[in-house]
């Protein structure tokens, strides 16, 4: 066997992703709100793309930014029309008319009486308009700025004040409780390592070695700033905010100290173990735990640290079981077209390559994510109408009849792959009569029957468990087993383990803690 050069041909085939696809792949695992973005986007950076204009019946009562829309997207009205007429000479006619503010003047414009529109001044002639220092009558327009004419379409959102957040409320008791220059510059960079909740997490040994500062002078700011509102705030750990809340009380004392001090045991619903480290009787224990109650775990979330986003369906699934309707919410759909006659009237003009090229992309580009948007709506709407037929026992009678489903059972039901369906039913959310559910909710493994009947849905089983934990009595708890047997008593096959954790997916206490739990709120 002989190495060498040599030549030869060799013919394969590959599967290659062109931006288009690409393209098009992304768009169907977006959210709807990451859609708009990406299309807004796409607007600023692709001249030949334009809004669609919408139907008479869906305008926006804000003239203003429809007459915009129209601006951008080429559609002139009737002001347009009006400036047009301008250039040809007749601005002094058309502004002469519309500052006439004589009595027959504003009757012909309305086109009846005075009488009928004002009575109360019917038998008044309207006043002239005001005159300045000098003398000079004021037209209807003289006080309006550079903005546009004043008046009552003025945005009510512009006189909301903003929300004050919690760096701003600790700051703002920081310039007034500490005047030294440098333990406030300390106060600031401590109040910028408070997380939402109210907690600091850095290590003050740390903050100390970077500001360069005496760790002594830090932990003294620090108390400082743990004595401002909320009570709480500023804490390093749970005991210690609790503690910091107890204080501004007057509840904090050696007993309660010692309960704070052992946190995990009251999570455990370790009762006996606490009235002895505690000292203290079940009276006393019991009142100390529901003062421990009162208290705010999470002080700084009293503030909004931002504006919280609601969940806009992007399906919207109506009727009866009978039949159930489908639709996608147009409200999500962004309305995008192609210019065309802009394409046609640039390209004439069009002489170098590097535009020719660029115009080229552009119309391509254009094109393809119009495509994108209609596919991406259709396959949506599939998917979705899918779901509807495979869950309709869940729409007709509720979580217990969530039928076990998967990827594949959609997929192959509409003739697509299971990657495109994961990809719609990423951050898709569906409206039913039962409410708004993550098209993602309706997947679920599925788990045996124990007289080899139809499978049930994990979903389901969950929700049995949960109504089972929820109508036991102090007396008598289930345990794990308990709820093993029972389940298999309904026809369900499962196992121990999976009893355990589902139940720990919920956060459910185990049936030792729900016991002391129970005994207590009894007691």
């Known amino acids: 066997m002989s190495l060498g050069p040599r030549l030869e041909f060799r013919q394969t085939q590959s599967l290659v992703m062109t931006p288009q696809l690409m393209q098009a792949i992304k768009l169907l695992q977006l959210s709807n709100l990451d859609l708009v973005a990406y299309v807004e986007a796409e607007l600023e950076r692709n001249p030949l793309l334009e809004r669609q204009a919408e139907p008479e019946g869906e305008r926006r009562e804000d003239d203003s930014i429809a007459?915009?829309?129209?601006?951008?997207?080429?559609?002139?009205?009737?002001?347009?029309?009006?400036?047009?007429?301008?250039?040809?000479?007749?601005?002094?006619?058309?502004?002469?008319?519309?500052?006439?503010?004589?009595?027959?003047?504003?009757?012909?414009?309305l086109d009846t009486g005075l009488e009928n529109v004002f009575p109360d001044d019917a038998g008044r002639e309207p006043a002239g308009p005001p005159t300045g220092l000098d003398g000079a009558a004021y037209s209807e327009w003289s006080g309006v700025g550079s903005g546009g004419r004043d008046g009552d379409d003025y945005n009510l959102e512009a006189f909301v004040s903003a929300q004050t957040t919690l760096a701003d409320h600790l700051e703002s008791q920081l310039s007034?409780?500490?005047?030294?220059?440098?333990?406030?510059?300390?106060?600031?960079?401590?109040?910028?390592?408070?997380?939402?909740?109210?907690?600091?997490?850095?290590?003050?040994?740390?903050?100390?070695?970077?500001?360069?500062?005496?760790?002594?002078?830090v932990q003294q700011v620090l108390t400082v700033i743990q004595g401002f509102d909320p009570p709480g705030i500023g804490a390093r750990s749970l005991a210690e905010c609790l503690a910091l809340q107890l204080k501004e009380r007057n509840r904090y004392d050696p007993a309660m100290a010692a309960l704070l001090a052992h946190l995990e045991l009251l999570a455990r619903r370790e009762f006996?173990?606490?009235?002895?480290?505690?000292?203290?009787?079940?009276?006393?224990?019991?009142?100390?735990?529901?003062?421990?109650?009162?208290?705010?775990?999470?002080?700084?979330?009293?503030?909004?640290?931002?504006i919280i986003q609601p969940i806009v369906p992007d399906v919207f699934v109506r009727g009866s079981t009978e039949?159930?309707?489908?639709?996608?919410?147009?409200?999500?759909?962004?309305?995008?077209?192609?210019?065309?006659a802009y394409y046609s009237r640039v390209q004439k003009t069009t002489r170098g390559e590097k535009e020719k090229a660029f115009l080229s992309e552009c119309m391509q580009t254009a094109t393809w994510l119009t495509r994108s948007l209609d596919q991406r709506a259709r396959t949506i709407l599939k998917v979705a109408t899918e779901i509807v037929r495979q869950q309709d026992a869940f729409l007709t009678l509720g979580v217990q009849h969530l039928r076990p489903l998967n990827l594949r059972i959609v997929a192959d039901a509409i003739g697509m792959h299971e990657s495109t369906v994961s990809r719609v039913t990423s951050n898709k959310y569906m409206a039913t009569p039962r409410g708004i559910f993550e098209m993602k909710y309706f997947f679920s493994s599925s788990i045996s029957s124990a007289d080899g009947g139809e499978a049930h849905s994990a979903e389901s089983v969950r929700f049995r468990i949960k109504q089972m934990i929820d109508a036991e009595s102090p007396d008598d708890v289930l345990?794990?087993?308990?709820?093993?047997?029972?389940?298999?008593?309904?026809?369900?096959?499962?196992?121990?383990?999976?009893?355990?954790?589902?139940?720990?997916?919920?956060?459910?206490?185990?049936?030792?803690?729900?016991?002391?739990?129970?005994?207590?709120?009894?007691?």
């Open 176 to 217: 007034l409780a500490i005047l030294d220059p440098v333990q406030r510059l300390i106060g600031t960079n401590l109040i910028d390592m408070i997380d939402e909740a109210g907690y600091v997490s850095a290590d003050l040994a740390g903050v100390a070695e970077r500001l360069g500062a005496p760790l002594a002078v």
């Open 323 to 340: 039949n159930w309707l489908v639709e996608l919410n147009s409200d999500t759909l962004p309305r995008v077209l192609v210019n065309q």
């Open 479 to 523: 345990s794990d087993d308990t709820l093993v047997q029972r389940l298999r008593e309904a026809g369900i096959d499962i196992a121990r383990r999976t009893v355990a954790k589902y139940r720990e997916a919920m956060r459910i206490p185990s049936s030792v803690q729900r016991r002391r739990e129970k005994q207590a709120a009894a007691g």
């Open 272 to 306: 006996n173990t606490l009235k002895r480290v505690c000292g203290v009787d079940d009276e006393d224990l019991a009142e100390m735990v529901a003062e421990i109650r009162r208290l705010n775990p999470k002080p700084g979330l009293a503030f909004g640290s931002g």
């Open 67 to 109: 007459e915009n829309e129209r601006a951008e997207s080429g559609v002139h009205g009737d002001a347009d029309s009006r400036v047009a007429t301008n250039e040809e000479g007749h601005t002094a006619d058309w502004l002469e008319e519309r500052l006439d503010s004589s009595r027959s003047a504003i009757e012909d414009r």
